[in-house]
């Protein structure tokens, strides 16, 4: 087995020579001393570099997991052209499958290589003898050095750092002016509380209270420079009038120093704001015609850097700087969010507040697009996107608006076609009296009708009961026991005389459907009535018969 290791003086191919060993688990105690650690490995071969520029695209294409062209030709002559048919073990498993599929070599990995390259780096000042100690840290300092400085020179994050430690700076520097304003305007209200009214601005309220001192200055002053004339003539007015108290010159001094620290923090943003745009323009073009200097920058920010803002889907940018409220949402279950810091931009405060939603959508699709140009594309090209994709979603917001004026001005009435419907397919022979909801409640109505008189007359049977208990009369039985045998011939009689008319009302069905239905339920209704009279009657003579057999 052949072992490659690199160094920062050059490449070193070792030959194990015990190869049991590695897989003892005590492996780095064979490498305590120069002599067990000869035992194990001896160097096979050496190719020193010629200077720090040839170190350095090694040791690049190393850390990027590439076969560099002075290690394929040293893997070249030292393995292919000899025709050694040996493994070879490497560290990095990417470079070894990158060696294995260009020159055919058979590669090996592990954790046992990883340890055995440890235990040829704590000795490699005695395997390599054509290295001297001094001239190995010399290389090492001299390496890692350039090494750094080209990472620093060539990183796409270098110069994001820098936007990113400036739109901090800015937000840091409005909160400052705004509290020492806030400050300065209390602590000078004291003296001319009218001044807060008339002058909103900070920057121009504290340039005035710096020029003007106390409010009896103000006649003597002139404030053409900074106020017009009408209100000039405010100031004065209400200088002459004004409910403040009196303040001494020291405090009037101190009141001065910090305006003055609110008009320089103020110059120095402005600066700052010039600087910031400047270097916006430089590395998000697009994405800086498109949203804007400040809402670009950020972005930038919050995503950390422009290729991690490159790779994150519109769906992500449009909520960038929204997190608390998205995860608040699903966590209690109410709607999401549908913009973060993209709210801010010119293009999403030109709509209404319904269509803020939609545009922003529209906005962080194509805001993503622009981020992915000017991260992945050289320089100059692609620059006139941003412009171009602002154009759409301007032409975007004028067709949303354009669909909401047609929807308001519209004010005629839908037209509805009438259809004709074909009487013949209906079929009138054919009634079905369950699907008509009239005949339903009419004859629900009719069965509690029906249920209010059965228990009326079970009501007055039981008085009737109670009645012939105490007379005892045996009449009442034969005469109810004929009347009910009346009923029954009767009830067979309508049968009969029913079943005749049907066969003669043939040519008018629906007619005859319709009487026959209700004639069938008073038929009904009949016998329900006539079957609970003989039920009574039966129980009526249930009870004589008991009554009797006591006697």
Not at 418 to 425: L, P
Not at 433 to 447: E, I, P, R, T, Y
Request: charged fraction near 30%.
């Amino acid at each position: 087995m052949l072992v490659l290791f690199e160094t920062a003086a050059g490449y070193a191919l070792f030959k194990v020579i015990d190869e049991g060993k590695l897989k003892e688990t005590n492996l780095a105690s064979h490498f305590a001393t120069p002599q067990t650690a000869s035992k194990i490995v001896s160097l096979k071969e050496f190719k020193k570099f010629e200077d720090t520029t040839e170190a350095l695209a090694a040791t690049t294409a190393l850390v990027e997991s590439e076969l560099h062209k002075g290690l394929k030709k040293f893997l070249k002559s030292s393995i292919i052209q000899k025709k050694i048919k040996e493994t070879l073990a490497v560290q990095d498993s990417k470079l070894a499958s990158v060696i294995k599929d260009e020159l055919s070599i058979n590669c090996t990995t592990g954790s046992s290589i990883n340890e055995l390259v440890r235990g040829i780096r704590s000795q490699i000042q005695n395997l390599i003898k054509e290295l001297q100690p001094s001239d190995l840290q010399v290389m090492t300092l001299g390496l890692s050095h350039s090494l750094s400085r080209y990472k620093l020179k060539f990183s796409p994050d270098r110069v994001d750092t820098m936007i990113i430690q400036a739109i901090a700076l800015l937000d840091d520097l409005d909160k400052e002016i705004n509290t020492y304003a806030m400050r300065a305007r209390e602590w000078y209200g004291w003296h001319f509380p009218e001044l807060a009214k008339i002058i909103p601005e900070n920057v121009l309220f504290a340039k005035i209270v710096v020029k003007m001192g106390m409010r009896n200055n103000a006649l003597k002053t002139s404030f053409s420079q900074l106020l017009p004339e009408h209100m000039q003539q405010e100031l004065v007015d209400a200088a002459q009038i004004s409910m403040g108290t009196e303040i001494s010159d020291e405090d009037i001094e101190n009141i001065k120093h910090l305006c003055n620290q609110v008009i320089d923090i103020s110059s120095y943003r402005e600066q700052l704001f010039e600087y910031l745009k400047n270097r916006m323009n430089a590395i998000a073009p697009n994405l800086t015609a498109l949203v804007g200097e400040l809402v670009g920058a950020r972005l930038i920010a919050h995503a950390g850097s422009l290729m991690n803002l490159a790779k994150h889907p519109a769906s992500t940018v449009q909520l960038l700087g929204a997190e608390k409220a998205l995860f608040r949402a699903l966590k209690t279950k109410h709607d999401t969010p549908k913009y973060g810091l993209i709210f801010h931009a010119s293009l999403v405060g030109q709509t209404s507040t319904k269509n803020k939603g939609k545009i922003s959508r529209v906005l962080a699709a194509k805001a993503a697009l622009s981020c992915r140009i000017d991260a992945l594309s050289e320089k100059d090209e692609g620059s006139s996107l941003g412009a171009d994709f602002r154009a759409k979603v301007e032409a975007r917001i004028r067709e949303i608006d354009a669909q909401k004026s047609k929807q308001i001005s519209g004010t005629s009435q839908p037209q509805f076609k009438s259809t004709k419907i074909n009487t013949k397919s209906i079929n009138n022979n054919s009634y079905k009296s369950n699907q008509d909801s009239a005949m339903k409640v009419s004859g629900s109505l009719n069965k509690k009708k029906e249920n209010n008189k059965i228990e009326n007359d079970k009501k007055k049977s039981k008085n009737e009961e109670k009645n012939e208990e105490k007379n005892g009369d045996e009449k009442n039985e034969e005469n109810g026991d004929e009347n009910g045998d009346e009923n029954d011939d009767e009830n067979q009689i309508k049968k009969k005389t029913k079943s005749k008319e049907t066969k003669k009302t043939t040519e008018n069905k629906n007619a005859n459907k319709s009487k026959k239905q209700e004639k069938s339920k008073k038929n009904k209704s009949e016998n329900e009535n006539g079957d609970e009279e003989k039920e009574e009657k039966k129980e009526k003579k249930e009870k004589k018969e008991k009554k009797e057999k006591k006697e």
